[in-house]
């Protein structure tokens, strides 16, 4: 394959004569390594369409635009390059703003490409007339119109190169139907060289603080993953013996069976530590907005950027630089401190390996649970049998998919997906498409609550027409669980949370060409997962869940 390089400067060399703008659009998609385009038709984009089919880009069509970009999404998240959509003028682009939204949120380097009425008639009342500007600036890093055929190059190349710039992040630029059918001559800027990044100020000083640390812990995020900072905090973790937590992108950053990985022991680790380290992540509601640490811990912050200046408790130590630079300064300070924390005898492990584990004895027995309709966990205790090591697993759903972040055990940076902070329904199938087209070889499990099925279900018609193998699994407990059950606890009843008991969400699938499966008791689970992932097509297994289990939650919401 050629590089980037390469490719840039092929294009810049056929630049020689003028060409249409959808063919400027794809060749610099090209230009930066771009193999895919995750899009739902519309007029305004055809020239667009037109210039991947001569570019060789692959374009994917969805049932819906939010799907078009969380596949998009999907896509970043499984390679961290670039993921990129078009949305046609107007509905598509509105379609897209809650993807957008959560792409911000997770620093996803979605790149949304908008059809947009023509230029020439601005104003007169187009089809599709609307200025999208305004209402997706707010959401992006950067969000511009093209005015110029010959711009185009220009213009979309930013708008790859700044979504990924860290800290990643959704950028938007629209091209009018005028401007995008027109030719022009123009050739395709070089991407950027991106020079190694700078360690954050005060970074001794932090290293030494967890060098002298009794009880440290490191608490890492999505930030860790965009940063590609996985290898330099395994080894700073190592140098010192840390115990290590994970949320979000985080998670697989140091692999579920490293010695120095806990989840049981969060609550316990995080506010008994002297000293912690809190990497790419904010002190936002899923870390108690700073409440999970001790008052007494030390927090040193590590990020690309400084925190929030809203936040509710300020870190002592506020690192902002390069986060793979910092930590590897951080750990030559430290190996040149006195880093010698006996690994034999060491009671801080020791007590949270016995807090891992004692907690892990107490759910064996809803992991062997053999009521029917099923204990959700009972699900993915079959399913750790039957995923390979580098499985992509993708959470879409309420109690569902929280039990999913405590049971799926992943081994590898960017194998589990969920919507993230923003917390958007739907987003699953999508993210599946998109990490499917990224990883053909690889398993993909989507992990789907019944209320979620409901708002992207059709993309099992996307899967079936692209021959995209993903196993769905339905948790079916006929009800929006995460809403029902705190409802009934606060007002004794609950309302507008209820679905159809038992609806067959497999037929559906099945109609769509997918390979589909009931599971009502226990024992059919395991040859029901079995034939789904031997399918060799898309697969929806549909798992009746007990309504009466009450995920045990404890976060504070807002
Ligand atoms: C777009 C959107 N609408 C509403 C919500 C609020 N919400 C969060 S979880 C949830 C229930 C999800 O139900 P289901 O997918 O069936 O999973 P379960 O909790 O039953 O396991 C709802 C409605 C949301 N997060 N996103
Ligand atoms: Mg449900």
Redesign the pocket.
């Known amino acids: 394959m050629a590089t980037t390089e390469e490719t840039a400067k092929g294009a810049g060399e056929e630049a020689g004569g003028p060409v249409h703008g959808g063919r400027l659009v794809a060749r610099t998609l090209a230009s930066r390594g771009v193999s895919h385009l995750f899009t739902l038709s519309g007029g305004h984009l055809f020239s667009i369409y037109d210039g991947c089919k001569a570019e060789g880009i692959e374009v994917v069509d969805t049932r819906h635009e939010a799907s078009a970009a969380w596949a998009a999404e999907g896509f970043a998240k499984a390679t961290r390059r670039a993921g990129v959509c078009a949305l046609t003028a107007g509905p598509g682009v509105t379609n897209g703003m809650s993807p957008m939204a959560g792409a911000q949120q997770n620093r996803s380097p979605l790149v949304v490409l908008g059809g947009r009425a023509p230029e020439m008639r601005w104003g007169s009342g187009s089809l599709q007339e609307i200025d999208h500007v305004p209402f997706v600036s707010p959401l992006t890093k950067s969000a511009q119109t093209v005015k110029d055929t010959a711009h185009i190059p220009q213009l979309t190349a930013a708008a790859i190169d700044e979504a990924l710039e860290q800290p990643s992040g959704p950028t938007f630029v629209d091209y009018p139907l005028d401007v995008v059918f027109q030719e022009a001559e123009a050739g395709v800027p070089e991407p950027p060289r991106r020079s190694a990044g700078k360690a954050a100020d005060r970074s001794d000083e932090a290293a030494a603080l967890l060098a002298g640390a009794e009880r440290p812990v490191i608490m890492a995020g999505t930030g860790l993953y965009w940063a590609h900072g996985e290898e330099e905090l395994r080894a700073l973790a190592e140098a010192h013996s840390i115990p290590v937590f994970l949320n979000g992108m985080g998670r697989g950053c140091l692999p579920a069976d490293h010695e120095l990985y806990f989840s049981r022991a969060r609550g316990q680790g995080l506010k008994e530590a002297d000293v912690a380290l809190v990497v790419g992540v904010p002190l936002d509601f899923r870390l108690g907005f700073g409440a999970s640490f001790g008052e007494e811990t030390r927090i040193v912050s590590l990020d690309v950027e400084p925190s929030r200046p809203t936040a509710t408790r300020r870190p002592e130590i506020e690192l902002a630089g390069d986060i793979s630079a910092t930590l590897a300064s951080m750990l030559e300070a430290a190996a040149s401190a006195d880093a010698e924390r006996g690994r034999s005898a060491n009671p801080w492990l020791s007590a949270l390996h016995e807090t891992e584990s004692t907690k892990r004895e107490s759910e064996v027995s809803d992991l062997t649970d053999e009521r029917a309709p099923l204990h959700p966990v009972r699900i993915y205790a079959e399913l750790d049998d039957l995923l390979d090591r580098d499985a992509i697993v993708i959470g879409d759903?309420?109690?569902?998919v929280s039990y999913a972040g405590r049971f799926i055990q992943t081994y590898e940076p960017g194998a589990w997906m969920d919507p993230g902070p923003y917390?958007?329904?739907?987003a699953g199938p999508g993210q599946a498409i998109g990490a499917a087209k990224a990883h053909p070889g690889r398993q993909i499990c989507l992990l789907l609550?019944?209320?979620?099925f409901g708002f992207s279900g059709m993309e099992f018609d996307t899967m079936a027409r692209h021959g995209l193998p993903v196993v769905g699994i339905v948790?079916n407990?006929g009800?929006?669980?995460?809403?029902h059950h705190p409802m009934k606890f606060l007002y004794g009843y609950s309302m507008a949370a209820e679905l159809r008991p038992a609806t067959r969400y497999d037929e559906i699938a099945e109609a769509l060409g997918c390979h589909s499966e009931l599971v009502e008791k226990p024992d059919e689970l395991r040859p029901a997962l079995e034939r789904a992932f031997g399918a060799g097509k898309p697969a929806l297994v549909n798992v009746l869940t007990d309504p009466e289990v009450v995920y045990p939650r404890k976060a504070v919401l807002a």
């Open positions: 759903g309420g109690d569902f917390g958007c329904l739907g609550g019944d209320g979620a948790g407990n009800i929006w669980a995460l809403e």
